[in-house]
């Protein structure tokens, strides 16, 4: 490995394995588990996206704490993800025998009661070149664009809550993709406000190196000056941190990454690390420093989950240890409202004490970090904080980013409620009719 460091060991050469409904009982810590949960397993993976691998088996989850185990429940599907009446109705289907069509029709009702497009991501957003319009981008914050490479719209392993999985559970009318780098590179030239492209998923870490290439290279070959940053969003360093060491093509994604840099773009892999554990590994300390050895920054985001990581020691120790390790804290995130939103809800309040608690006691050097904050459809909202203003209980929030860049950075009230846990709960503070955004 010609990044550095002694050279990996052949059990830490893993070959990747994939399960999924179809052969999940090949693993063999599943032996251990009843036949009840199984079968609620099975019902709720019907309807959620349901992938893991044995990394993720082997190293991350702990078998003695399944069921409550957070990396267990962060890719395994549980019953309570579902909504009682769902449940209800699938389990009912399956125990019946009914015919696949009639299975099928039901997920597929499920699925589309689930919000799978939250935040008006499918009609909106998405750009247009020559009056035709562009499939595979977002273009929704004016320094930055999303590119949705069409071979990296899935992931090494699927989190339970994610908002992403109509794009990788086969509702294909639904599933943004696009083929067309050409198209992003004239829209870059069109577009000089736009400082940032960001490939995303998905997983675009999921593709060879050799493909990944296709799409970034041109795009440095292109020269575009004003384009000053490419970005990967990727959950890899979490699910599958071979990627970075002992992949047949690790060295090839490695060199990638440093042709970025040499060209005088920053390279930045946006990490998705949702629990202190995924981190303890040394095969993710390994990819951490081949990765940073490249010149490229990592920084790192994760949803607050409840029942995975709704606890301030926990954030405490993975901003440190991030830290530690060379990455920069960068967002905590509000869950979409999508999915098993029911199950995995944090209440904004709540958020805010986990947050400001953890906060507290990191370094100045993880306060970087931003956050608790809602992807709406106006924006990025921060919620700063609850304040008493005049007797009124309120909610003091911020676009970090939004659909219009005067918004940034205004604060704004909403009135408290101890439930609420997305915009959509909110009221305006102060007997105002609407927000200023509305
Ligand atoms: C979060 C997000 C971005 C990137 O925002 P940054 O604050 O620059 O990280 C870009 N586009 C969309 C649609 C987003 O949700
Ligand atoms: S890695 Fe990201 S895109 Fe993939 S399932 Fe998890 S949250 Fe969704």
Redesign the pocket.
């Given at each position: 490995m010609i990044y550095g460091g002694p050279s990996i060991s052949d059990a830490e050469r893993k070959k990747y394995s994939a399960y999924t409904l179809s052969n999940y009982k090949d693993i063999p810590q599943i032996e251990d588990l009843s036949q009840q949960h199984l079968e609620e397993i099975e019902i709720a993976a019907r309807i959620l996206p349901f992938r893991v691998n044995n990394y993720v088996i082997e190293e991350l989850i702990n078998w003695n704490d399944v069921p409550n185990d957070p990396i267990f429940t962060l890719t395994f599907p549980n019953r309570d993800m579902l909504l009682p009446q769902h449940y209800e109705k699938m389990a009912d289907l399956l125990r019946n025998d009914a015919t696949e069509e009639d299975i099928q029709n039901e997920i597929q009702k499920i699925r589309l009661s689930l919000n799978p497009h939250p935040a008006g991501q499918l009609e909106k957003?998405v750009p247009e070149h020559d009056g035709k319009i562009i499939h595979g981008m977002?273009h929704?914050?004016d320094e930055?664009i999303?590119f949705f490479p069409a071979q990296g719209q899935t992931c090494h392993a699927y989190c339970t809550f994610c908002f992403r999985w109509a794009q990788f559970i086969g509702m294909d009318d639904l599933k943004f993709a696009s083929r067309e780098i050409e198209l992003l590179i004239s829209y870059l030239q069109e577009h000089p406000e736009i400082k940032?492209v960001?490939f995303t998923g998905g997983d675009p870490m999921t593709m060879s190196a050799g493909l990944l290439k296709k799409y970034i290279e041109p795009v440095l070959e292109a020269d575009i000056r004003s384009l000053e940053n490419i970005r990967i969003g990727t959950k890899s360093l979490s699910y599958w941190p071979q990627r970075f060491v002992s992949d047949k093509d690790s060295e090839d994604i490695l060199s990638l990454f440093s042709n970025v840099t040499e060209h005088k773009k920053h390279m930045a892999l946006m990490a998705h690390f949702n629990h202190p554990r995924e981190l303890s590994t040394d095969i993710v300390k390994k990819a951490i420093q081949n990765i940073r050895a490249t010149g490229t920054q990592i920084r790192t985001q994760s949803p607050l989950i409840a029942h995975i990581n709704d606890e301030p020691a926990l954030w405490e120790e993975m901003w440190s240890e991030q830290v530690r390790l060379g990455c920069v804290p960068y967002y905590m995130f509000m869950v979409r409202n999508t999915g098993a939103k029911h199950y995995f809800d944090v209440p904004m309040a709540r958020a805010w004490e986990i947050f400001q608690k953890a906060y507290q006691n990191v370094s100045g050097l993880a306060r970087t970090v931003r956050g608790p904050s809602m992807?709406t459809d106006p924006g990025?909202i921060n919620i700063l904080g609850v304040q008493e203003i005049n007797d009124e209980k309120v909610f003091l929030l911020e676009f970090?980013?939004g659909r219009e860049s005067k918004w940034v950075r205004k604060p704004f009230f909403a009135k408290y409620s101890p439930t609420a846990s997305w915009l959509n709960d909110l009221e305006p503070a102060f007997g105002k009719e609407k927000f200023f955004f509305e």
């Open positions: 957003n977002q929704k914050y930055t999303l940032d960001l992807s990025k970090l980013q």
